[in-house]
């Protein structure tokens, strides 16, 4: 049975875009409206899905939005044109490029090409090293919907042990610096990590980002601990499922996300406030 707190990604995520949408017509009495433009590169299913949610978000909350859809084939040049060309209109506060690419093209190379001040995923090095630094910088959606996530539980990160299970990139790394900025004393594990089960029997807080479907059970998780599950697995009988086995670990757990309905609603929900902070910054109203 679960006991557990379960933490309503659905739910954070609409409070927060309340809050945006009143000060999107707060700074609309300053002329100031953000804009996002949206690139897509191919017909990835998902990637489609994923740019129509952040189209309608933008609508959703009065910001002006672009969706460039280039063909498959697009060389990588005419992809960094439009990359320039975006960073200099003013009414682009920010860009994203919808990963993955098609393998003609490297993402590195156009991650690069988009202005700092734009880069409303925080993939950039500029912003990458901001972070790492304790710096002002865009922070990467996903890590940042998790800290929210953590702090709507009303549970205080100062001090707590968090094990973060994943050091990729765009979550793994991130979200443990954003926890140390909380103060969080933070373990990393990873593939190569022998004694997992005997630190992540240690953490508070855990947050787990393996690509994995159902790695973690109750036998990973301290009583009580809070657990976030960051994975989308698709199963072959065509299910949803974490990275975390929800059912077995909730029976321990503390408040713990669902997949679905957990972290993902968070990640658009953050890269529209990335996108209202940009277009504050630009207008000098930060």
């Given amino acids: ?78 992809l960094l044109a439009l990359v320039h060309k975006l960073n200099e209109q003013d009414n682009i506060n920010g860009i994203l490029v919808q990963l993955p690419l098609p393998g003609h093209i490297e993402e590195k190379a156009i991650i690069n090409a988009i202005s700092p001040d734009k880069d409303v995923d925080g993939f950039h090095p500029v912003n990458v090293g901001n972070l790492v630094i304790g710096d002002d910088s865009l922070l990467p959606c996903t890590p940042a919907g998790v800290i929210e996530l953590i702090k709507y539980t009303g549970i205080e990160m100062s001090g707590k042990h968090a094990v973060v299970i994943g050091r990729s990139n765009i979550v793994g790394k991130p979200v443990s610096l954003l926890l140390q900025r909380e103060n969080a004393t933070v373990t990393m594990c990873h593939s190569r990590t022998d004694n997992m089960k005997e630190l992540t029997r240690q953490a508070d807080i855990l947050v787990v980002a393996v690509g994995r479907a159902n790695f973690v059970d109750a036998s990973y998780i301290k009583p009580g601990a809070v657990v976030i599950d960051v994975g989308i697995n698709r199963l072959d009988t065509g299910k949803l499922a974490g990275d975390v086995d929800f059912e077995s670990a909730s029976s321990v757990s503390g408040p713990i996300t669902p997949v679905p309905g957990g972290v993902g609603p968070m990640t658009i929900t953050m890269l529209m406030k990335n996108t209202l902070v940009a277009a504050k910054r630009a207008h000098g109203l930060s």
Avoid: F, W
């Fill in 1 to 78: 049975m679960t006991t557990a707190q379960i933490i309503s990604g659905k739910q954070v995520s609409d409070e927060i875009r309340q809050t945006l949408k009143l000060e999107v017509e707060a700074l609309a009495a300053q002329n100031c409206v953000p804009g996002l433009a949206v690139v897509l590169v191919g017909e990835d299913p998902a990637s489609q899905v994923y740019v129509r949610n952040k189209a309608k978000a933008c609508e959703d909350l009065g910001y002006y939005s672009e969706v460039h859809r280039l063909e498959a084939d697009t060389p990588q040049e005419e």
